[in-house]
């Protein structure tokens, strides 16, 4: 498949965050690149291509800063968004949710438009659904078995008898069983880095040793998939691993700092509010971003540090402190000091401005319809990004 | 303003629901009516304007069928709201989030199309803003002061010396002062309709009142106007009051079930889903609807019966029991029995489609770009509507 040129970014001419309308999505490119470095580096190191998803992302543009020559080999949560990233040029994409059987022709078409396309599945059921359809005609996808490597969703065990079972009816089909995928889904369950390493391994003796089922049944399985961001930052070894996906490590947001994979300073996504009312007696700040500009995620909430709906900084990005926004309706955030601390109220009249760091990246991104891109230490915004969506 | 043509909804051609592509968002609008006209017919009997809120459905083919002849008086939550609902011939619009300074410009660009246009504010400082912008040209909306009547969220309580002084203000600055909002955001704490009489009767009182120190000031502050779907439909008297606004009532979700202003055939919205998995031995079944699709909003989970991420019904609606959606990542739901109920999980092979009813309507609506029109017993998608988004 012909890769699309590299169009230049859409540009809005030097608007400043001072002026731009909100709530609007911020993303700090600087911090993006370095968020990408950090990881490509430990990843190189260890010797496995880098898979990553692009779900966090949903936007061509962040994807091209992946890769020296703007495409590669990504992971995708939807097909709307392998199709998108397939007429942006990447044609190397794992589907990395569990087909539904309605879904193979879609699956088909991608492939016959060139794109070499992994599905994953985890049951008898789908795997016969592929077979029948790769008797009825080829461009067929390669397919990925899921296993399960902590109990966290879905999978089977590598021990479990339908592993081979869902191989054997692939291959009686004609379809490659192109090998095993995993995440470890439980590793956002650890706090501060304790585990993380553990978790990695665990995620990657579960996948390596369903490769070796798969292959002692003589299937050539030549790929083992790992990835969460969380396992992907503390895996000190990845023998028998070929693959390793992972997505919001771009961003990275509050669960992450909560989990000790990043620093506050390495969150790259926030959004611009600005103040509309004050609550003195109550010791309120209401502002112009509630859960449909931060979504409804409330990912720290069971952390040490609870975050609320978000973490406040002033425009250029510097924390207040222990001021977070405690609650949101739908257009209203309250912005409030963390229940327990003694940090006083900042001033923030009406009008002005606050940049809100997301629990989750994923969630607060699928709020906006583009980012507004920034460079750390400037109010610039250089480019617009659009995102996609849908299904 | 003239009034543009009523389309005729885009219609998909008698697609069913056992093909069309999951996640989708389903709206069956023959409850949408049967809710709307519920509440008509409380309100008319009450003697007061209907002003619905059009946040919950961000769609120009819904809030048709609010209105006899297509168009009527509305409530938004955003300036885009106001301006998409403006294009479609919506000429009395109350925008009803506190007004950021620097959006003064886009509200008096409303007006000078011909929308009579209402703003809110509570401080000194928007007021001032307000009059030193009338001060440099005409074309100015009308402003409602907001009022606080339950500590929720923001406003001014009745009695605070700010609420005669911001009239002021603005009176010397030659803005209207049309009246007062007020919006019972604690209602929402009520449940099974307990005290929801009592927190529409100090709604109502909180904001007479107000408009009451107004009149004494010699504004004539015509507007008085309350709302919130639960106080909606249990006031008892609206005596003193001139509107009311309410949203969720159209499509109605799990929040209010829970609260007890609807029964669960009332709920319009839901998420049709396919299954793509099994994990008998956890008691799972995995659906292709995960938060991305229902959104992060888990408003039941404090309440006596928590629905999870949702309710799952069969692919006619019909509700399976103690089944719910018990977790979700982005592309992932995870149906299981509720905690404590003795029910057996419903056999679902991969493949098969449910629906799932949502907590909270306005947040789960607004993950999709459409909605899929059917209508009460038939599997038939009769039209797609658009939903819009953004600020």
Request: proline share 5%; net charge negative.
């Amino acid at each position: 498949m012909a890769h699309a040129p590299n169009p230049p970014p859409a540009t809005i001419g030097g608007a400043s965050l001072d002026a731009i309308g909100t709530p609007a999505l911020l993303l700090d490119i600087v911090k993006v690149d370095r968020n990408i470095a950090r990881l490509r580096a430990h990843l190189d190191a260890l010797g496995v291509l880098f898979r990553p998803h692009v779900k966090t992302a949903k936007s061509i543009d962040v994807a091209r800063r992946l890769f020296p020559d703007g495409v590669g080999s990504i992971t995708v949560s939807t097909l709307a968004e392998a199709e998108y990233f397939a007429s942006a040029g990447f044609a190397d994409i794992t589907y990395a949710v569990g087909l539904a059987p309605d879904r193979i022709a879609r699956a088909r078409a991608l492939v016959a438009r060139g794109v070499t396309l992994s599905v994953l599945i985890d049951t008898r059921e789908q795997a016969t659904a592929l077979a029948d359809a790769a008797r009825a005609g080829d461009a067929m996808p390669g397919v990925l078995i899921e296993i399960d490597c902590d109990g966290h969703r879905g999978g089977v065990v590598p021990e479990d008898p339908a592993l081979p079972e869902i191989a054997g009816i692939l291959r009686e089909g004609g379809v490659e069983v192109r090998g095993v995928l995993t995440h470890a889904g439980e590793s956002y369950a650890c706090r501060n880095g304790e585990g993380l390493a553990e978790a990695a391994e665990r995620e990657r003796a579960a996948v390596v040793t369903a490769a070796a089922i798969l292959r002692a049944q003589g299937h050539a399985a030549p790929v083992v998939s790992v990835g969460s961001s969380p396992t992907a930052h503390f895996a000190r070894t990845l023998d028998g691993v070929t693959e390793v996906r992972a997505g919001v490590f771009m961003f990275f947001d509050l669960v992450m700092l909560g989990i000790g994979v990043c620093t506050v300073e390495d969150i790259a996504l926030s959004v611009l509010a600005t103040v509309i009312g004050h609550r003195p007696e109550k010791g309120w700040i209401l502002i112009d971003a509630g859960w449909m500009a931060m979504s409804r995620d409330r990912g720290t909430q069971a952390h040490p540090i609870d975050q609320g709906y978000g973490l406040v900084c002033d425009i250029d990005g510097r924390p207040f402190g222990d001021l977070i926004v405690g609650d949101a309706s739908q257009e209203h955030g309250i912005v409030r000091i963390r229940p327990g601390s003694a940090a006083g109220l900042a001033e923030l009249p009406v009008g002005s401005r606050v940049r809100i760091l997301p629990n989750h990246a994923c969630a607060t991104g699928a709020q906006h319809l583009s980012y507004h891109v920034i460079e750390t230490g400037s109010r610039m915004v250089v480019a617009e990004w659009p995102r996609m969506g849908g299904w």
